[in-house]
């Protein structure tokens, strides 16, 4: 039977019921120090949203209690002895060092993007010089080139706004993370999307920082805090440091 | 997102679980795999997501933009027309002709979906680009391809 891996843990690790992709039950599989929390998979063949949402659930429900190191999606292995041998016996070495790095850690996402009609009257409201132009080109609505020029300057005025903001934010919450990862922004207006590795116990002083955020920045810009999650953007890519031939 | 959806920040005092956006934007390129020359996606399922988010820098986001600040009402509404500041905001180009614009999305949507089984491209962004043709629009749908993906014996 397929078996779906979630993620990896210390061999010590107690799970709590859950139930998995296919509403399979989450289980360990051991090697050694390690274990990897897995489930039966029936339909190996077959995936949609409900399955997605299941791996970020299992995960987010086991780092609440443990250091999980996350699989991607979808790491499938063909029985619990494949599990052992080209996960956790290969990426022994390599997944003990990442379990003891990331011990007492984990990740909070910090996003935020523009609303748009805001983030425009925040521009035109300190830019005289763009306010000018748009009164031009109200004037002659006929002018093409007018137009593109307006639309262009207003382009880039918000493109240095976004930037500025992002790194106010990041000024803002950066202390109270170990680690940074900040993905690239994706999209007309999107401001920030940041991956913060937090340790356990200043987590309710980064959620301090984020209610304060949250009442006092302007309207224009909307702010987005999830986790606890397991660190995926903080164990690299590989399981073991070579790949696997099995 | 439209501006007159917008709701204030509601108090962020607590993080949320994950939603379906923020897990296409971890599970599925973040996270450790088994080796890098098994690509995790290897039986296509079209998985369409909320809020694709595309960057475009072209004329029609130009004009949207125009259009857009054209109907803003600010409290300060009227300037006197002053030439000089006008050059500041010059792109420099001759009359008719747009500098500085990017094309920013190339892959269309077929093509990304068409093209998920490839193993040449290891790009965490492959799956994030799609086309958008001259859309006035600050959203709209892609979609992704994805699929469970099974370890070598």
Not at chain 1, 173 to 189: K, M, R, T
Not at chain 2, 40 to 57: F, K, N, P, Y
Request: hydrophobic share 40%; net charge negative.
């Amino acid at each position: 039977m397929s078996v779906h891996v979630y993620g990896i843990v210390p061999a010590t690790a107690e799970l709590k019921s859950l139930s998995g992709r296919q509403g399979t039950p989450a289980r360990l599989v051991c090697a050694g120090d390690l274990a990897a929390v897995v489930s039966d998979l029936p339909d190996a063949d077959h995936t949609g949203r409900d399955d997605l949402m299941a791996h970020s659930r299992v995960l987010e429900s086991v780092v609440e209690d443990l250091t999980v190191l996350p699989m991607r999606y979808a790491v499938v292995a063909e029985s619990d002895d494949a599990v052992r041998r080209e996960i956790l016996d290969s990426g022994s070495a390599r997944l003990t060092a990442l379990l003891a790095d990331l011990d007492g850690m984990v990740q909070l996402t910090v996003g935020a993007y523009h609303d748009e009609g805001a983030a425009m009257r925040d521009l035109l409201t300190a830019d005289a010089g763009l306010r000018a132009l748009r009164d031009d080109v109200r004037r002659d609505g006929s002018r093409y080139d007018l137009s593109i020029r307006l639309g262009e300057a207003v382009a880039k005025g918000l493109e240095a706004m976004r930037a500025r903001d992002a790194q106010g934010l990041i000024d803002k919450v950066a202390p109270l993370a170990e680690q940074l990862s900040v993905n690239e922004p994706v999209g007309q207006h999107h401001v920030l999307d940041a991956a913060l590795l937090v340790r356990r116990d200043r987590r309710a002083a980064l959620d301090e920082v984020m209610g304060t955020l949250s009442e006092s920045a302007p309207p224009r810009l909307r702010l987005r805090y999830v986790g606890p999650q397991p660190p995926y953007a903080f164990v690299g890519q590989l399981v073991a440091e070579e790949p696997v031939w099995a | 997102m439209t501006v007159a959806q917008m709701p204030t920040n509601r108090y962020l005092e607590r993080p949320s679980a994950s939603s379906l956006a923020d897990v296409v934007n971890t599970i599925l390129d973040k996270g450790l795999v088994i080796d890098a020359y098994v690509r995790v996606s290897l039986v296509g399922i079209e998985l369409l997501t909320i809020d694709a988010r595309i960057v475009i820098a072209s004329v029609d986001t130009y004009l949207r933009f125009a259009e857009a600040v054209n109907r803003l009402d600010l409290t300060e509404t009227e300037t006197h027309g002053i030439p000089e500041l006008m050059q500041d905001l010059s792109s420099g180009g001759a009359k008719g002709k747009v500098s500085g614009a990017i094309e920013g999305a190339k892959d269309k949507v077929s093509e990304m979906v068409s093209g998920g089984d490839d193993e040449d491209d290891d790009d965490e962004d492959s799956g994030r680009r799609s086309s958008q043709s001259g859309s006035s629009r600050s959203r709209s749908s892609r979609a992704r391809k994805t699929a469970s993906s099974r370890s070598r014996s």
